[in-house]
């Protein structure tokens, strides 16, 4: 298993510019979220979808998009990036309470994360 | 919303040490989560509790439901433990879903 895999790792846009970051994770896990992270501030959430075909919006949705495209991938896109966008973006899904978990711990599972700067 | 305080914000400690990082949290949670951010960015999940405590290697993480508090403790610290530990606490939102609302992390480096 791949686990949960982000591309790109790292990006650089210019203000306007639009991109979409994906994200896919081969454990048929049914929620996956998208955050943010920033110097001095804890992970943020930006959407999330608890099945495939639905999505919401979390605590810094807005200049966001997301596709729930199928039980696999989630994509997150910027139509008009702004400078305020910068940060380090992670993907992560979640192993569905009361099955057996892999490992010997909890039930979330991070990407690597993208880098993005905007300029 | 919750809110999610972290102590301390930096630690360093010598190889061999003894080490806790608490977190609190102001509001009724469904689990609590405790989080390892590597220097190269990749984010571990560690431990997931309700009650109690685990234990999983030299890492133990406890709970106190009543005081709306947890620590991590780490025996034997070593190098490689040198990282960001980040708490968060998990609730379902109205909808049904389940969410994560996240501490700013503990940064800790040990010293050999």
């Known amino acids: 298993n791949a686990g949960v895999t982000q591309t790109p790792k790292f990006q650089v846009l210019k203000t306007g510019q639009s991109m979409t970051l994906q994200c896919a994770q081969d454990m048929n896990h049914n929620s996956m979220y998208w955050y943010r992270q920033d110097p001095g501030m804890g992970l943020r959430l930006i959407y999330y979808s608890a099945s495939e075909g639905t999505t919401d919006k979390g605590e810094v949705p807005n200049g966001y998009n997301v596709s729930r495209l199928n039980k696999r991938e989630f994509s997150l896109r910027l139509e008009s990036a702004a400078p305020s966008q910068t940060s380090v973006y992670f993907c992560?899904?979640?192993?569905?309470?009361?099955?057996?978990?892999?490992?010997?711990?909890?039930?979330?599972?991070f990407g690597p994360g993208t880098r993005l700067t905007v300029l | 919303k919750n809110e999610v305080e972290q102590s301390p914000q930096n630690l360093t400690a010598q190889e061999g040490e003894f080490i806790t990082i608490n977190c609190s949290y102001s509001v009724g949670i469904s689990a609590l989560h405790w989080l390892q951010q590597h220097p190269g960015g990749g984010i571990v999940s560690l431990f997931m509790l309700s009650s109690g405590k685990k234990k999983h290697g030299r890492l133990i993480a406890t709970i106190n439901i009543q005081e709306k508090h947890s620590s991590l403790h780490i025996t034997a610290s070593h190098p490689r433990d040198s990282a960001v530990y980040i708490c968060a606490v998990g609730a379902y939102s109205g909808a049904g879903s389940y969410q994560l609302t996240f501490g700013k992390g503990t940064k800790l480096s040990v010293i050999p």
């Open positions: 992560a899904s979640r192993h569905p309470p009361g099955l057996p978990r892999i490992g010997a711990t909890d039930t979330q599972y």
